[in-house]
């Protein structure tokens, strides 16, 4: 990445796109593979990074900016609030006494720590963990509903990254979770469709009162 000046001129000559939400029917569609890492590849990925950062995201398939192509971008570092949380995070967790649990909490925070934009396209899933972990997900398509998914606690992914050089990684943690969640709507799927019925038809009729209403207000001004 730029740094200073190259990189405020870089960011300008990015594009926030427009975030397509459930119930639309293209969030169903299956993307396709990227034939090759081009120069219009990686124009549309840093697109789509500044438009998950506009809208507070950690990770954004293209079909969500209505491109169906195997592509994500993902920022799982915490954010400057965040940060600040941590560091009473660790002066709580130095008063505790369940020591595994404090080593294991720091363990989370030196990894995400490091953590930078990721790139991905035509990921692959090569390995699932039998372990499931619950994490609460919530998802930029679906705005402000979250719910408890469970999903495979490690993977392995295979995919090419922003130079188009394939990489493999191991993935635990919310690496995993998000991954997975963003494999997801490459394939047409939202986390909602793995809740119950009845939520995903409660959660769908709110953001479509909510869609009526914007029109409505639309029409009125
Ligand atoms: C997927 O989701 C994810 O409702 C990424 O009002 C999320 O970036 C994977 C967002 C959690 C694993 C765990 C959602 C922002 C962002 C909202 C997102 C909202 C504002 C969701
Ligand atoms: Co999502």
Redesign the pocket.
């Known amino acids: 990445m730029l740094d200073g000046a190259a990189r405020k001129a870089y960011l300008k000559s990015m594009t926030i796109r427009p975030i397509i939400e459930v119930p639309d029917p293209r969030l169903k569609t299956i993307s396709a593979p990227v034939a090759e890492v081009t120069d219009a590849t990686r124009a549309l990925m840093d697109d789509m990074l500044e438009t998950?950062y506009a809208?507070?995201?950690?990770?954004?398939a293209a079909i969500q900016i209505g491109v169906a192509e195997r592509i994500i971008v993902m920022d799982i570092s915490p954010s400057k609030g965040e940060e600040e949380n941590d560091s009473q995070a660790e002066q709580a967790e130095d008063d505790t006494q369940d020591d595994a649990e404090a080593a294991e909490a720091k363990r989370w925070r030196d990894l995400l720590k490091d953590e930078k934009p990721r790139f991905f396209v035509n990921p692959e899933i090569t390995w699932t963990a039998d372990e499931t972990r619950n994490?609460q997900?919530?998802?930029?398509s679906?705005?402000?509903?979250?719910d408890d998914v469970a999903r495979p606690a490690q993977c392995k992914i295979s995919f090419l990254d922003y130079d188009g050089t394939p990489q493999e990684i191991d993935c635990d943690g919310?690496l995993a979770?998000?991954i997975q969640?963003?494999m997801d709507h490459l394939n047409g799927i939202v986390f909602l469709d793995h809740l119950s019925r009845l939520k995903r038809q409660m959660v769908v009729k709110k953001l479509q009162k909510a869609e009526r209403e914007k029109a409505e207000q639309a029409v009125q001004a």
């Open positions: 998950m809208a507070n995201g950690i990770g954004l994490y997900e919530g998802c930029l679906v705005p402000g509903f979250y919310l979770t998000c969640h963003e």
